[in-house]
């Protein structure tokens, strides 16, 4: 069901614009150019509302029960229900998946192209959950955004106009007056203003004080000082009535039609049928009734709310009205409720105003704010509250503890509260049981007592059938953060990683820290950072892995154990052996032997995918595909039967084998049309001195003539005649150096294979094989003199066209380093000294080139 919002929100109120202020809609303007949000930060009565309804655009009035930022966002799609298709958004709030209805939301806002949002009443509506909302809506470069606020200091990351920015100047003020009182003196009108330091509706209520025969003696800055002008000269049953309407914020036309003809006067304002009251002219008029009358009024307007099905607003109501235990009870019923909508936050903040006295009565609320805290995503705080909750003798305790292990996955903390809660609740522990021995690496266990979904075909090992589930289902995303590891985004972000594409992987990965982000879950933001960790390890982007898995390991600081596995086996399978001990150890502790060997055999490919061989230990593999993968390892031939059964390897994945290993394997199998592939990987490194390397081993060459053929192959292509003359040597002499180098590169060749790296007509490297890597060709390969061991004359060419090329490169950018390597390889080269000087490395270009001109006797 929609969260109910009130239609007089959606439209800014009818005030009377005697002065139109060009002064600060050009400010505002010249604002948004700086930046897509403006904050309007001043107190009441300085025109901020007027202001933006000058500006037009979609307007929204928050109130504190917006502080939740799912029925935040309910605003923002009510707001915008004429304008775009939000039926998407609107059935994953439904849900509570407001993380993801907010993707879905701005996704509906594109095609509307340049817009601007107003929020009024900002400050009301300030929370971590709400900003981080805020900071989502720029996701979308046409908007901008337009905030209200009685204060800057939650919004600073914005442009901000204060109070002395928003205040009327002189020239405005004799414009209200002209409009307003026309019969005042023009001093009189200047020392109204400076009475009121420009305050735009202090001046409006003076002058019409002034007009009444009142001299302006007080500046206006509180409401009690407003209430002395406002009620002059009005009856004074008027005003209590006014007070008892002003408790309600706004109320129908209808019901205040007496209040009608003084409506200047209570500066009240007229939104869609609806009379609403000045916040601080109500403040004014409820300090007029007793305090029993406006608890009694506040309890039959909470009655009258919650007639209509708006819960939260009775429960506010009633808290208002000092009524801790009928909004306790109210808690007691509806609460549960309002959290499976998704209603987290204003579940806690509703709590929050209840005494501890009302709550030591009530031990429901125990167990409430347990499960509220538990969704929040605050996992130490919600342990303690059931721990609370089970002294106080909720038994259901069991049940929330049980789910607060399964939320972080640490089955061996959970077993003991299940026990006691199968014991005591079997039917609704039976479900929480299965899931605990999925994460104990049992899925077969869970499989039997019903458990189904992507998590348990990956654990049983079929990690291909579960993408396709988690693809054909509608994704969630992050639900709230229980959810986020299990059946949402992250989830999808690791199947891809698995047995997908890890660069869609990568994409999941940084959309479920976006969702983490705006939840606020530092649980959620370490997992996504782990599993954009996973999809640059499969990608081969290192140190941007690395720096994933330790941004990872910083925001699990202080979570549960089971979090920080990820991570420090990423980090382990970049080279970290300390890293992947205490992985193991931590995936023990908690319980989860199926991470353990997960992880583990990412480590192995990894390392072998870099050259270097993984000691795999004894590990107990109940997972059929885990299993396959250890068997196979190191994916020497005989391995292709798991390509058959797994094609998923082939691709950008974290169990790829070696890109050699893998397309030799596909070559066995008749998949790749090569006439021959040797399965290794030969890096040619020219730059400094000339080597070459087979899946990471130099190799030495018999005739170093032959090591001079590789590198002239390396340097260009070459006709055969050009070839054996630049070689000096007869066409016997080449056939010979020619099958040495082939043999080299190609170890275990069989007699009469052609080669797989070298190619003919014309003579040189055949570089499009993906296994060959030249460092010649790596534009982010450090600069350094190629062939500097080898003395020839077409090297030599080759080395000084190098240089060429490089130097033309700097000429396109800043790289003050490169120019600096540059001079180091020339130091009389007068470009790159030109370029430095003047420069953070001109010192030290000075240097290198001071010491140049000294060893060749010229400094």
Known sequence: MPYPVPPSRLRPPRTAREVHRLRPLRRVEEAFQRSPGVVLAAGPGYGKTSLAAEMGGVYLALAEEAKDPAVFLWHLLHAYRDRARLSEAARLLEGGAWPRALEAFLEALEPLGPQLLVLDEAHKAESPGVLRALEGLFRLPSLHLLLLSRKAAPFAFLTVLSEQELAFDPEEACALAKALAPELPAFEVERAHSLVRGWPLGLRVVLLAMRRGLKPELALETGEGLLAYLAYGLPQELLLKAARLALLGEVPEEEAQDLLPYAEDLLLERREGRLAFHPLVRSALKALLPEAEARALLSQAAEAVLARG??????????????FGHAADLLLKEGQAWLD???TYTVLRLLAHLPESVRRGRTGLYLLEAEALRQAGRYREAEAAYLKALEAGMERAHLGLVRLFLDTVEPARARPYLEEALRRFPEEARPLLAENLLN???????????????????????????????????????????????????????LECVAGDAEVGLRFAERGRFEAEVLGSPFGMSLAEARKGHALLALERFPEAQKAYQTALALAEGGPARLRVEALGGLAALGDREAYREMVRLARASGDLWVEGFMTLVVALAWLRRGEAFPLPPLELLDPFLRAVAKAYPFTDGWEELLLSYPFLAGRTLFAPPLPRLRRGLWRLGRLPEAYHPGVRVEVRALGSFRVLVDGKPVRFRREKARLLLALLAARDWPKEDLLEALEASPGEFRVLWWEVVNALEPGRPKGAPPYFLKTRPHGLRLEAPELYLDLLDPQAPLALPFADLDHPVLEERRWAYLEEKRRWLRQGQDLEGWLALLRLDPLDEEAFARLQGSPLGQEAEGIRQSALKELGLG
């Open 310 to 323: 708006e819960g939260v607003r009775a429960a506010e109501f009633l808290l208002e009205g000092g009524r």
């Open 341 to 343: 909508r998704g209603l």
């Open 440 to 494: 104990e690496g049992r899925p077969e266990e869970a499989l039997i007592l019903g458990l189904s979904g992507p998590r348990v075909l990956l654990r049983m090992g079929r990690p291909e059938e579960a993408l396709a589930l988690l693809k054909e289902a509608q994704d969630p995303g992050l639900h709230r953060p229980p959810q986020n590891h299990r059946e949402g985004t992250l989830l999808r972000a690791l």
